[in-house]
């Protein structure tokens, strides 16, 4: 049996069985319904039952859906960097984290689009306990990391997560898609943990991790959102931890803040695809010997990157403004794309709390800060 047998994706042998069992689930003849609304269920069902590869099922569905959802939600997807990407040459995206179930989406469909191929993508396990969505997460090619284990166990789970990891990329040639931290950015300060790299390196030879890294071809990755369609559902938990409080999900706060993310209104979205960043890893291993400085010095180099490829909308630069009190931005938006931020942000937070009117400017103001302090250090 596989050591991957917990967390990976199904085979394209298996996709037959896995696509008949939910073939009447009420929640796939809705995701079709929205994909095809112009078509009878026989069409689609029939349609789905020649596919027999998760290729197949993405290429025929998935990538259908997505197109729709940015149809519906969005005034549309632009891109930069992907000319940089070598066809047949296995990534590892480190990508900040937005949206639990468009970033990764949208990153492969841009890679189908660009005639490239598709990941294999990391996904909480937290998100997937519904055996529906557990069978249609393998089904898209996505393997799983568990969430909140015992010491001992969790170890054990992330050397599975790395070594499954290291056959994708250097057995299967397949790229992988990761977060660059557990759990999506909720303050707007994208930040790669130390500890997400160091699960990764565990599948290293003799921890020769400066050596293994070069070996991945690590891509960051930068996705933006002018608007963020969670950005309300968010409060509730920034405004704990300012307040120093422990905060807790209610049951079923993942699965609604999905369906929101994936329906809610974001306007325009940029990925910008970074260099590969195999050269400057090979540096940090010249001049740091200290193997958790060279970790911090590779998740500063990654955070770099993200930050410097990010594209600030106008919502980013009216909330900065806004926060501070000034108007050092102004060129960058419009009186009425002001008015439009400031109804929505009124709308969803009591403008009489100011805890919670800052947190949710800084959750748009803080890519500005990050990226012109990353283009200032860039240029020194």
Not at 162 to 175: D, Q, V, Y
Not at 232 to 239: G, T
Request: hydrophobic share 35%; glycine share 4%.
């Amino acid at each position: 049996m596989s050591p991957f047998e917990d967390i990976r994706p199904y085979y394209d042998t298996e996709v037959d069985d896995a696509i008949r069992e939910i073939l009447h689930h009420p929640m796939l003849k809705a995701m079709m319904n929205f994909t095809f609304p112009d078509v009878s269920d026989d069409y689609w069902r029939d349609l789905m039952l020649h596919c027999h590869s998760i290729r197949d099922f993405q290429i025929n569905f998935i990538y259908p859906g997505v197109q729709k959802v940015l149809e519906k939600s969005s005034e549309g997807l632009s891109t930069s960097g992907f000319e940089k990407l070598e066809k047949n040459v296995p990534y590892l995206f480190i990508s900040n984290h937005r949206d639990i179930i468009l970033d990764t989406s949208l990153l492969n469909a841009s890679l189908y689009e660009h005639g490239l191929s598709m990941t294999t993508s990391a996904i909480g396990d937290n998100l997937v306990k519904k055996p529906f969505l557990n069978t249609l997460s393998r089904l898209t090619r996505n393997f799983t990391i568990k969430r909140g284990l015992p010491a001992r166990e969790l170890l054990e789970s992330s050397k599975i997560t790395s070594a499954f990891i290291k056959n994708s990329l250097l057995r299967e040639n397949r790229s992988v898609w990761i977060a660059q931290r557990e759990g999506r950015t909720k303050d707007g300060n994208d930040e790669t943990h130390k500890g997400v790299l160091k699960m990764i390196s565990m599948a290293a030879d003799d921890g020769q991790v400066i050596e293994y890294f070069q070996k991945l071809n690590i891509v960051p990755v930068s996705i933006s959102y002018e608007y963020d369609p969670t950005d309300v559902l968010k409060m509730p938990e920034l405004l704990a931890k300012a307040n120093s409080e422990i905060y807790v999900k209610s049951e079923n706060e993942d699965f609604i803040t999905l369906l929101s993310g994936i329906m809610g209104q974001k306007k325009r979205i940029h990925i910008h695809i970074g260099e590969v960043l195999n050269d400057a890893i090979g540096e940090i291993g010249k001049t740091e010997s200290n193997s958790n400085r060279q970790f911090q010095a590779i998740a500063d180099l990654i955070d770099q990157n993200i930050l410097a490829g990010f594209k600030l909308w106008p919502t980013n630069y009216i909330a900065h403004d806004l926060m501070y009190g000034v108007e050092e931005y102004k060129e960058h938006y419009t009186d009425e794309e002001k008015a439009l931020f400031e109804r929505r942000f009124q709308k969803g937070v009591d403008v009489n709390d100011p805890m919670a009117v800052k947190s949710f400017l800084a959750m748009y103001a803080n890519p500005v800060n990050n990226q012109k302090r990353v283009l200032e250090e860039i240029s020194k």
